[in-house]
């Protein structure tokens, strides 16, 4: 019994990493645009430019009018909007993207919909090139809202005296689950 419980607390622990769902790009889908910028350290110019040109206001707004998050990855630490990810979550966005090895900073634009658009720079990336990459996409893009499940309609029953019963009340949303405890 021993021998069964240590097989499978092993094989937890190695495939649990594994299995885990932990895409993060998408909690992003259909709701905003992530741009990625890939640096190998903190001190790329790439990296540095784009952050100091969003300390400022109207780079800032127009951002955020286009529904942009910034992902960084330096070295092996992510950030998204300068809030840090796990060890863990940063792999799993680079395994995400499946740029494979390549040199130097890559920035990348991922549309509302999912789809993957590297933007070409020479050392630095300007907010308004972004900005026109992401004002070039398709208009099937910026179209693409959220898919919504319709919410069954219940027919409404005749009363007893023949006339239509009022409509009933919508069931209220199931409770989210509770978290395990260790």
């Given at each position: 019994m021993l021998v069964r419980s240590l097989t499978l607390a092993t094989l937890l622990a190695i495939a649990?990493?594994?299995?885990?769902?932990?895409?993060?790009?998408?909690?992003?889908?259909y709701k905003?645009?992530?741009?990625?910028?890939?640096?190998?350290?903190?001190?790329?110019?790439?990296?540095?430019?784009?952050?100091?040109?969003l300390k400022d206001p109207a780079t800032?707004?127009?951002?955020?009018?286009?529904s942009?998050?910034?992902?960084?990855?330096?070295?092996?630490?992510?950030?998204?909007?300068?809030k840090n990810l796990e060890q863990q979550t940063t792999m799993a966005l680079i395994r995400e993207l499946k740029l494979g090895a390549r040199a130097?900073?890559?920035?990348?634009?991922v549309g509302?919909?999912?789809?993957?658009?590297?933007?070409?720079?020479?050392?630095?990336?300007?907010?308004?090139?972004?900005?026109?990459?992401v004002d070039e996409l398709p208009a099937a893009e910026k179209a693409v809202t959220p898919p919504t499940v319709?919410?069954?309609?219940?027919?409404?029953?005749p009363g007893k005296d023949g006339k239509p019963a009022k409509p009933a009340k919508p069931a209220k949303p199931a409770a989210p689950p509770k978290p395990l405890e260790d």
């Open positions: 649990g990493p594994v299995l885990a769902d932990d895409a993060p790009l998408t909690q992003d889908l905003s645009r992530p741009l990625i910028v890939i640096a190998p350290s903190t001190a790329d110019p790439t990296l540095r430019g784009l952050n100091e040109a800032k707004k127009a951002f955020d009018e286009r942009l998050v910034l992902y960084s990855v330096a070295g092996m630490v992510g950030k998204r909007d300068d130097g900073t890559q920035v990348i634009l509302k919909d999912g789809e993957k658009h590297v933007i070409e720079h020479d050392g630095s990336v300007e907010p308004e090139s972004i900005f026109k990459a319709a919410a069954p309609v219940a027919e409404a029953k």
